[in-house]
């Protein structure tokens, strides 16, 4: 157990339609990650957050959208969706700090999108 | 950003020991290397990270040449639960605009 949860586990909606993914980062952990995976592909860094700010962004669609609380929890909205828009949604913290290289995230479960 | 380069598909038989190089020629002074472990329908787990020479733990050893072109995560007398996808990733998360890259990984079979 990596300590980061996730909710809901699994998901299954209709296409157009507008879900909104949950995280709640490990203890004392400062940053948190959002990733997408598709059916054996590899893993797609969406955008980071680190202590309500936006930190790091990648190749998030504008229907995607992010949020990080002041309880540092996230959320990944995700609009308008698409029949592609289906995959695992995985949810990463980590402390934020390091005196170099990538700071060791810790993943959570994921959340499993179906879009029909 | 580095960008890495590693084998698709590695195959090993239970007690051997397995090397998987990857290759990142344009890695910067900053940046570290890194790498993570993941199995079927389960996010990625961190197993190690260096930046020069070697680095050892007490899941695996990184071996990373003087000139830093290329790395090599070496996992001794592999099991079939070592079965999964390694990524390895380089950056370095204190320099601006860091985004994490995993590629599409290494997909190690240990058999029987």
């Known amino acids: 157990d990596s300590g980061v949860t996730q909710t809901p586990k699994h998901l299954i909606t209709a296409t157009g339609q507008r879900v909104t993914l949950r995280c709640s980062p490990r203890?004392?952990?400062?940053?948190v990650y959002w990733y997408q995976q598709s059916l054996d592909q590899g893993l797609q860094f969406l955008i980071q957050?680190?202590?309500?700010?936006?930190?790091a962004k990648g190749n998030i669609l504008e229907r995607f959208s992010a949020q990080q609380f002041p309880d540092l929890h996230s959320e990944l909205n995700l609009s308008s969706l698409e029949l592609g828009d289906s995959a695992l949604y995985f949810c990463?913290?980590?402390?934020?700090?390091?005196?170099?290289?990538?700071?060791?995230?810790?993943f959570g479960p994921g959340t499993r999108l179906t879009v029909l | 950003l580095a960008k890495t380069t590693q084998p698709i598909s590695m195959d090993s038989y239970e007690g051997q020991e397995v090397n998987i190089t990857c290759s990142h020629n344009n890695i910067a002074t900053n940046d570290y290397i890194t790498w993570y472990q993941q199995f079927p329908s389960q996010g990625p787990r961190f197993i190690i990270q260096g930046y020069k020479t070697k680095v050892t733990n007490e899941v695996a050893s990184l071996f990373i040449p003087a000139d830093r072109k290329s790395s090599t995560l070496s996992l001794p007398r592999v099991s079939l639960s070592d079965t999964a996808v390694y990524y390895c990733l380089v950056g370095d998360e204190n320099t601006g605009g860091f985004k994490t890259i995993f590629g599409a990984g290494t997909r190690l079979f240990v058999k029987a």
């Open positions: 203890s004392g952990d400062l940053s």
């Open positions: 990463a913290s980590s402390h934020g700090t390091s005196g170099g290289g990538v700071n060791e995230q810790f």
């Open positions: 957050y680190y202590n309500g700010e936006e930190r």
